[in-house]
């Protein structure tokens, strides 16, 4: 089973609230994360702003593949931006490879900071232990070890919550360069607060490559242009 992380749900009491933002192609407003924000850069050039941090008037697009690829190819950009504006034909595969090397970083970042285990045996005890937050499985790794594995986290969570925390987003050498080690299959990352954004770049670096968004619904949306 390919379950797809969504982002994570808020914590007993905390309170999300997001701002809404119009999607240059389906011209309906959406939650902030659940698009991504483009410039124009000094040489005319759309460039994406993942991180929502870069100067100047932004434009937003769905987080799924084929609506960017629908805005490459029928000009939104230049009518969003209104001016004549350069666009990357291959746009659409630049910011797949950015969100997933951005998932990879927090990946290794979390590992750093002890918020990640790898190996069979050493998720079997985070999971007897109820400390783990979400389950990686390398894409060409073997069913058996992922079903084993999968089947202890739904039983302790539930299966409706426990899918939305398993990944096969990432294959084993990917995880491996990610973790510092050989021959990664499984990863745990750890119930922390440091895995929380390591969490949610994976939901949406795989909710782009799935061309459908997954995130968790219980927000307090508030509106807003840029």
């Known amino acids: 089973m390919n379950a797809r992380l969504k982002q994570r749900a808020p914590a007993d009491g905390e309170a999300v609230s997001e701002r809404l933002r119009r999607c240059a192609v389906d011209g309906e407003q959406h ?15 759309v ?5 929502q941090r870069l100067p100047g008037r932004g434009v937003w697009i769905g987080c799924k593949r084929d609506i960017l690829d629908q805005a490459v190819r029928k000009g939104h950009f230049a009518r969003a931006f209104k001016r004549r504006v350069t666009v990357d ?27 990640v285990v790898a190996g069979f045996g050493k998720i079997e005890r985070a999971l007897e232990d ?20 999968d089947g202890k986290y739904m039983k302790n969570l539930g299966q409706a919550r426990a899918e939305g925390g398993i990944a096969r987003c990432f294959n084993v050498d990917e995880l491996s360069l990610a973790l510092g080690r050989s021959n990664v299959v499984h990863a745990a ?23 459908c ?5 219980s927000r307090t949306p508030g509106c807003g242009e840029e």
């Open 89 to 115: 034909p291959e746009l659409s595969q630049l910011v797949e490879d950015l969100l997933k090397q951005d998932a990879l970083s927090r990946l290794s970042l979390a590992n750093k900071a002890g918020a």
């Open 31 to 45: 939650p902030q994360s659940d698009l991504i924000r483009f410039v124009v850069g000094p040489d005319d050039a």
């Open 189 to 211: 990352v750890i119930e922390v607060k440091s895995a929380r954004a390591l969490l949610d770049a994976i939901a949406r670096f795989d909710a782009f490559r799935a061309g």
């Open 130 to 149: 109820g400390r783990v937050a979400g389950l990686l499985h390398a894409s060409d790794g073997g069913d058996d070890g992922c079903r084993k594995l």
């Open 47 to 51: 460039v994406p702003d993942l991180k």
């Open 213 to 217: 968004v997954k995130f968790n619904e």
